[in-house]
């Protein structure tokens, strides 16, 4: 991951603001009560953090990344944006992580995974682990690429194609896998393909 964002992270936000699909609404329906942590898995250059802060304030906000570069590129915005109080962000393994270890907090009332689940080998992996570090009643937020279902062919193909440059690999079992993940802990699931299956996104919260 390093390797990859070494160079990318000083366009990143620039660049995939264009198809990064459905971020900002994620962000709009997030609505943690004040007070509530929000974590995100994969959290990149920090723009889904700072925008969420500055949207809640009241709540505070987490993130954690495998790669230290993109890291380095968050905490320089966290500073620009004055938003320290609000963000902090670590090191952290998706598929195995503790928030009360890296961030002396409770289980997180909210946790977002944006785009990352398509770049992780064992996502099936981050979904559960993710469930576990809910807090009752708990909700955990998702959106990533979909399986373009409703594209035309040739874009479809051609984004496709794409992709798999950036080792990004859409996962069109995710909806299955969250049916499950609700089944097991009895959980409600809300599951969308907006932008004609561009995307797909979904809502799972834990019981109380």
């Not at 709540?59 to 590129?73: H, K, N, P, Q, Y």
């Not at 109080?85 to 598929?95: C, E, K, L, M, P």
């Not at 409770?106 to 080998?121: E, K, N, T």
């Amino acid at each position: 991951m390093n390797r990859m964002y070494r160079w990318q992270r000083f366009i990143y936000d620039a660049t995939r603001r264009y198809y990064l699909l459905g971020r900002d609404q994620l962000i709009a329906e997030l609505k943690p009560a004040p007070g509530a942590h929000v974590l995100e898995i994969g959290c990149g250059t920090g723009r889904n953090l700072i925008q969420s802060a500055k949207r809640y304030p009241s709540a505070r906000f987490f993130g954690i990344d495998v790669s230290t570069e993109m890291l380095t590129t968050a905490l320089a915005a966290i500073k620009r944006h004055r938003l320290d109080s609000s963000i902090r962000v670590a090191h952290g393994d998706a598929t195995d992580f503790d928030p009360a270890k890296i961030f002396t907090i409770d289980a997180p009332d909210h946790i977002v995974i944006s785009y990352a689940l398509s770049m992780i080998p064992d996502w099936k992996g981050v979904l559960n682990e993710a469930v576990t570090r809910l807090k009752p009643g708990g909700q955990l937020h998702i959106v990533d690429f979909g399986n373009q279902e409703r594209l035309p062919a040739s874009a479809r193909r051609l984004l496709l194609h794409w992709l798999t440059l950036f080792d990004v690999t859409p996962r069109r079992e995710l909806q299955d896998a969250l049916v499950t993940l609700a089944e097991r802990h009895q959980a409600q699931l809300t599951f969308k393909r907006p932008f004609r299956g561009y995307a797909q996104s979904a809502v799972l919260t834990l019981k109380k």
